[in-house]
């Protein structure tokens, strides 16, 4: 019985990818496009702990609470940014949300900053 419901189980999960074709890809270059029109500054919240091991910690955290951040890697530096926002007002927002969220937490000690994200060019 235990082998039986494994063999349907797998036959289902092997079944997820069926029907799906490339035409469900093809609105993605519009989708590319839009960025390059867009001259407008970007904002980013930067999450800072007090130790450069805390990275690991703050962006596990960030993910177990659906905050989506990116670990990146400036002039040696690493650097924890949820974001981009298309106004400073959302990075704000997001600013407040994430605050509340890490006091419910009883996190102590994290920076949060808004700042402006560098134009690509």
């Known amino acids: 019985m235990g082998k039986m419901v494994l063999v349907i189980a797998v ?17 993605q270059p519009a ?9 407008a500054p970007q904002w980013d ?8 091991q805390a990275v690991s910690d703050l962006s596990g955290w960030l993910i ?17 940014l949820v974001g981009p926002f298309n106004s400073k007002a959302e990075a704000e927002a997001k600013q407040a949300e ?3 969220a890490l006091v419910r937490a009883k996190k102590q000690n994290i920076e949060l900053l808004v700042v402006e ?5």
Do not use: M
């Open 64 to 80: 177990e609470h659906s905050f989506v951040s990116n670990v990146v890697k400036e002039n040696g530096k690493t650097r924890i």
């Open 45 to 52: 919240l930067e999450v800072r702990g007090e130790t450069t």
């Open 11 to 27: 036959l289902a999960l092997a079944g997820c990818g069926e029907g799906k074709s490339v035409d469900a890809q093809k609105p």
């Open 117 to 121: 994200r560098p134009v690509a060019q």
């Open 98 to 100: 994430v605050g509340a």
């Open 31 to 39: 989708a590319v496009a839009a960025p390059s029109v867009a001259s």
